[in-house]
């Protein structure tokens, strides 16, 4: 277990084994989450990794006649 310090500006310094481990990279987003009294840290990937998760799927959607 690896222990970081909050500094005065409330930054962290994520240790470069945990860095490496998630493939981190400098000026990556990451969402951060209040949970269970701890706070994780949760990368955001490009958008561009998303595309094509939904592949396939029904995308027609019954609509009000009036609205057509």
Known sequence: MTIVTISA??????PRDVRER????PGQKMQ???????????PL???????????GIDTSVPRDEHRV
């Open 22 to 25: 998630l493939e981190l990279k």
């Open 45 to 55: 990937g490009p958008i561009e990794g998303a595309r094509g998760i939904v592949r």
């Open 32 to 42: 951060a989450l209040p949970f269970k009294g701890r706070v994780e840290l949760i």
């Open 9 to 14: 500006r409330y930054q962290v310094v994520i």
